[in-house]
């Protein structure tokens, strides 16, 4: 089976404006989730989607948003972009039920100037 | 904000001996993950352990998982260089389960 793959691999933004990251997951598996990850913060949930819907979602502020298509892919939006926002973000898999093991794609390093 | 501390932060031994990584966290939980990232890139999921069991192993890696102490502990035997990495615990709690809560993970370096 084919992992979890995430476009792009890399990206260069500037301050203010937005990026677009997207998520394919592995065949078969329902659920995908965002993290973040930073030196300063580690890596932080972002938001978890199942069957199109949000299920669950950290502690971010409305800038960072996502939605997941009826094939599973998912994008996750960040407008206005920060330098803060600079960091890896990865894309998570399951099947979303117990006991919910995920499977993460190498992730979208994101840097924002 | 991350549910739990691991410790050490960073770990360097020499090839073929066993490294030990802990880890700490706060509320109760559904199970507990450690993963492996290599270099700042995606983590590979090693093993997964409830939260009624006490003791899994896979190949050279075992968790012990202690509830009462919320607390966790990840042995790899046999060290290779090919273990260097950084090592993450992760816990999904009972309420918002899908949702993992990331420890601050570990650095473990293997000289040869």
């Known amino acids: 089976k084919a992992g979890v793959t995430q476009t792009p691999r890399y990206l260069i933004k500037t301050r203010g404006q937005q990026v677009t990251l997207s998520c394919s997951p592995i065949?078969?598996?329902?659920?995908v989730s965002w993290y973040q990850q930073t030196p300063g913060q580690g890596l932080q949930f972002l938001f978890e989607?199942?069957?199109?819907?949000?299920?669950n979602k950290g502690n971010f502020p409305g800038r960072f948003s996502g939605r997941q298509f009826s094939n599973s892919r998912s994008e996750m939006n960040v407008s206005t972009l920060e330098l803060g926002d600079s960091a890896l973000y990865l894309c998570a898999s399951s099947f979303g039920l117990p006991p919910y093991e995920q499977y993460f794609g190498p992730g979208t390093r994101l840097t924002v100037t | 904000s991350q549910q739990g501390e691991e410790d050490p932060q960073a770990l360097s031994i020499q090839e073929g001996e066993n490294a030990t990584m802990n880890c700490s966290y706060k509320t109760s939980i559904n199970n507990l993950q450690w993963y492996r990232q290599n270099s700042g890139r995606g983590l590979v999921h090693l093993i997964l352990i409830r939260s009624n069991e006490r003791e899994k192993h896979s190949g050279r890696l075992r968790v012990t998982l202690d509830t009462s102490k919320k607390s966790s502990s990840l042995l790899i035997t046999a060290s290779r260089a090919a273990d260097t990495a950084s090592y993450f615990c992760a816990t999904s709690p009972i309420q918002g389960a899908q949702k993992l809560v990331f420890g601050q993970g570990t650095r473990l370096t293997i000289n040869p």
């Open positions: 989607y199942f069957s199109e819907t949000q299920r």
């Open positions: 065949s078969g598996h329902r659920s």
